[in-house]
């Protein structure tokens, strides 16, 4: 798919400082083509951050492996109906191996291009974030970071659009790219973001469904970004401030976003900027974990920024959560929902109690990461076909 770079800074201009930060948690597969897909990106003055966030499943060590050239991955993406062109970068890539909270001064501030930070827990979407965003602050001196989901790839030119978008207006805090969906690319998961319910205040996405093209690819501006791709000036960071770690996971970013506009930044959608999105590797998109804190979480979004919408939020969120789940007799998920709701009248935020529930997942991806990782072996590649037959396999494990 080409695009043209007309919009990217001038081919003299120095090249503004990025750091990309990306969060892994027991999904090391899906970091590895994420991170690949960042290093062919057509950018030269970047640094990548993958922050651990307290994986069980040996992430770090299978990354080190593969950025010293010694586990071959192959993608299985496919775009058009034909595999998607993966030309892995020339191995090994240079790296260091940190634990959060290390201060080596045999780490150069911009170098390497790679760095891994091993975070002792898991500290949700924000906590690990933050230690991404405050490393990147205090040792890359970066004008931009892109928080980037590692369920992700990226096209080559989307970097240097989005960058393009934000040096237009020094007020544009964050830029958002068009977020396609990976098992089907020709499908728009959200067109950057998307804006708020004007009674309900509910977070709705903008153009979900649809196909690419089939919209005007116009640049506009967003009420919030969807943050499994944030390109945010380091400024707006430094201004606001870092992501709110109570909410764990979910509508951390939605907070974000509310804060940077009052404070006056503009949240910018690039159209050209394309990264596909898998949604959902980490909990599952429709699992009883992603309906407590999505639940949960906006109504206590609700309660910072829009008080007097909290009870029609209440109502809202009961009305599309609490009858599909009777409906459809998913009994377990309905718990969950319904958990949210008491929890949020009594004030629960942070992981609540549901850190078990994560351990068991974490023991369900720790044994589809080993049937992975034996059927990569060393220096072995394995074809699309195979690999989305070896996923199947360890999901059902």
Known sequence: MERSLSQSPAPFAPLPRVVVVVLNWNGWLDTIECVESILRADYANIQI??????????????LCEWADGTLEVESAFTEDGRRWAYRPVAKPVPYVRIRRGERSAAIPMREPKLVFIQIEKNLGYA??????????????????????????????????????????????GVVGATLLEYRAPHRVQALGGGYFGRFSRH??????????????????????????????????????????????????????????????????????????????RSIGHKSP??????????????????????????????????????????????????????????????????????????????????????RFGLREKLAGAELRQLLRQGEEA
């Open 49 to 62: 951050v993958v922050c651990d966030n307290g994986s069980s499943d040996e992430s770090v060590q299978r």
């Open 127 to 172: 906590g690990g974030n933050n230690v991404g965003l405050e490393y990147s602050l205090a040792h890359a001196d970066p004008a931009y970071i892109w928080v980037l989901n590692n369920d992700t790839v990226v096209e080559r030119n989307t970097l240097p659009l989005m960058i393009a978008a934000a040096e237009a207006d020094p007020k544009i």
């Open 203 to 280: 977070d709705y996405q903008l153009g979900r469904g649809l196909r690419p093209g089939s919209y005007a690819a116009s640049a506009f501006d967003l009420e919030h970004v969807v943050g499994a791709s944030m390109l945010i000036r380091a400024q707006t960071v430094r201004d606001v401030g870092l992501l709110e770690e109570s909410y764990f996971l979910y509508r951390e970013e939605t907070d974000w976003c509310i804060q940077m506009r009052q404070k006056g930044w503009r949240l910018r959608f690039c159209p050209g900027a394309t990264v596909w999105h898998k949604e959902g």
């Open 289 to 374: 974990l992603h309906d407590y804190y999505s639940v949960r979480n906006m109504l206590f979004l609700m309660r910072k920024f829009y008080p007097r919408s909290v009870p029609l939020a209440v109502l809202f969120l009961g009305c599309i959560s609490i009858p599909p789940k009777i409906i459809r007799f998913q009994f377990k998920r309905l718990r969950y929902v319904l958990k949210a709701f008491a929890d949020f009248f009594r004030g629960v935020q942070g992981s609540g109690d549901l850190l078990p529930d994560f351990d068991a997942l974490a023991l369900q991806l720790a044994r589809r990461s080993s049937v992975q990782h034996k």
